[in-house]
């Protein structure tokens, strides 16, 4: 914590407004901004949320440099980018994983070597918000890869302690596994022949554990050394249906013959606890499970229709699963439609999901499930092209997709990344720039005065007072009053330090209606950036 009580509020400046008439209510599933860039190569990018929400980054595919930052804060503006690398102008695709605790992001690309078309040398980076130089640069030797980015995987412990990475050379059937700590220093290197690339990997919160997805099998790493710990084989071969709960105790691994496998971790290693049976031509393709492992959404691509994919929404027991939600995509036309990525919120209430869309452009490129009741509803929107990449915070608000002009069979130079609102109660608008200020906007009922709360850390425990809520930051300073005006609606404006010493802080609000007391149930982090 970089300040406390009277000196987080000497970092601060106090104002005092009311009802200042800045913005509206967000809808559901509202847009943030748009962000284009130019890209070179094929048409892909990858995109994350880190900082508890408050920084989107993507990683483009050449030309735009190997990182860019593109919002600082939960709401952006027209111009969300804060800052690009340019030193990486031939960086081809790769993957870019944010800590979801700390502003700390990590990118993992590839330099193309001169004068080959398949050697790309790896470069592994970490950056902070607080600057627009990476913290440290790791580079190795050059790997033969006929498409750079999918034979790659990166990964980043919540807290941001620990990077993981692994790409293939296709050249010598290896696959290189490497982990550092958040100061660089090397935990583990090292390499191991297998049958062919994994297509797909997954990690803990901790990055304790890393599984990678074989041809033939899965493997879990210990994240600390490298070391195999284990190896899953089940009666069938795996799929890149992969994901694994936050603790690490819960593991699911889609199989060729469209069935899902749930494993759980006892002392050690990992058991089979049962499988959800498979359905006739359907391949599990993807999935996504909250954070205690009790909610997991399946992307399956069916075999007898490439027009053809669903998403299926499980409650997972001890012995068996319980389906809730079934939503089915049928498209018109030649492209093949395929549901690309997946991501859910910590408690499993949001669940979000990127299409190909299809030929003729009906299809949804997102969707997002949002649980009522037992069940799920579906909320769906249409871009231009195909959603690639997709990264949902931690409180499943706010959503930043990646996603080309035009379907992924239609050769393409530029790309998109979007960020949502996927609604809430309390939100942020403008980018926190040192020196600057952003606008607090709480929901409450016309005329009802609020109260505006901040402090420089969440409670490890939060504190629930009934049916006033839940107190969701430590030890809290009453920062402002507003009234909400007639479009229920309180502004707060939050003016920011201008001290280089504050880039990187982030501080945490939460919002409180005085009236029949009542706290709103989001707290949102904003964090200073140069």
């Not at 359907?282 to 499970?289: E, F, K, M, T, V």
Request: hydrophobic share 45%; aromatic share 8%.
């Amino acid at each position: 914590m970089r300040a406390s009580g009277s000196a987080l509020l000497r970092g601060v400046a106090l104002w005092w407004v009311v009802a200042c008439g800045v913005g509206s209510a967000q809808a559901q599933m509202t847009p943030l901004w748009h962000y284009e860039g130019q890209v070179t190569g094929p048409n892909w990018r990858s995109v994350a949320i880190g900082a508890s929400g408050s920084q989107v980054v993507s990683n483009p595919d050449g030309g735009s440099g190997a990182v860019a930052l593109l919002s600082g804060s939960h709401l952006g503006a027209s111009s969300p980018l804060i800052w690009a690398d340019n030193t990486s102008a031939s960086a081809r695709a790769g993957w870019v994983r944010a800590a979801a605790d700390t502003d700390a992001y990590a990118s993992l690309y590839f330099e193309a070597v001169a004068g080959s078309s398949t050697l790309f040398a790896p470069k592994l980076t970490l950056w902070r918000s607080s600057s627009p130089v990476a913290t440290w640069t790791k580079s190795y030797a050059a790997a033969t890869a006929y498409s750079a980015g999918m034979l790659s995987g990166l990964h980043m412990a919540r807290d941001g302690s620990r990077t993981l990475a692994w790409w293939y050379d296709a050249a010598q059937s290896k696959t290189y596994v490497v982990g550092y700590d958040i100061a660089g220093t090397l935990l583990f290197a090292v390499s191991m022949q297998t049958p062919a690339a994994p297509h797909a990997s997954a990690a803990d919160d901790r990055g304790r554990r890393l599984l990678l997805a074989l041809p033939l099998y899965t493997i879990v790493l210990d994240g600390t050394t490298g070391a195999l710990t284990q190896t899953l084989q089940g009666w069938y071969n795996p799929t890149s249906a992969l994901v694994v709960d936050g603790p690490g105790d819960t593991a699911v691994i889609g199989n060729a013959v469209g069935g899902v496998n749930v494993y759980r971790a006892g002392t050690a290693l990992y058991a089979s606890a049962f499988a959800i049976p498979g359905v006739a031509n359907l391949l599990p393709r993807n999935a996504a499970l909250s954070a205690d492992g009790s909610t997991l959404a399946v992307a399956f691509r069916s075999s007898a229709n490439t027009n053809e994919s669903f998403v299926r929404i499980y409650a997972l027991g001890a012995t068996g699963a319980t389906q809730l939600h079934e939503y089915a995509l049928v498209g018109v036309g030649a492209y093949t439609t395929i549901i690309t990525d997946m991501a859910a919120s910590r408690t499993g209430d949001v669940i979000v999901a990127s299409t190909s869309g299809d030929q003729e452009h009906l299809l949804p490129s997102l969707l997002v499930f949002r649980r009522v009741g037992a069940g799920f509803a579906t909320e769906a929107t249409t871009l231009p092209g195909t959603a690639y990449d997709v990264d949902l915070s931690a409180d499943g608000r706010i959503l930043a997709v990646a996603s080309s002009t035009v379907h992924f069979a239609v050769s393409t130079s530029s790309a998109y990344v979007d960020a949502y609102d996927l609604g809430g109660d309390l939100s942020v608008r403008g980018i926190p720039h040192a020196g600057s200020s952003v606008v607090v906007e709480q929901k409450a009922p016309a005329g009802l005065p609020c109260v505006l709360l901040v402090s420089d850390t969440l409670a490890p425990l939060p504190m629930n007072y009934g049916s006033m809520g839940t107190l969701l930051l430590q030890t809290p300073i009453r920062l402002a009053v507003a009234t909400a005006d007639g479009g229920g609606v309180a502004h707060f404006e939050f003016a920011l330090p201008a001290a280089p010493s504050w880039y990187g802080h982030t501080y945490y609000t939460q919002g409180m209606a005085l009236i029949q007391r009542r706290l709103t149930e989001r707290a949102v982090p904003i964090t200073v950036v140069p």
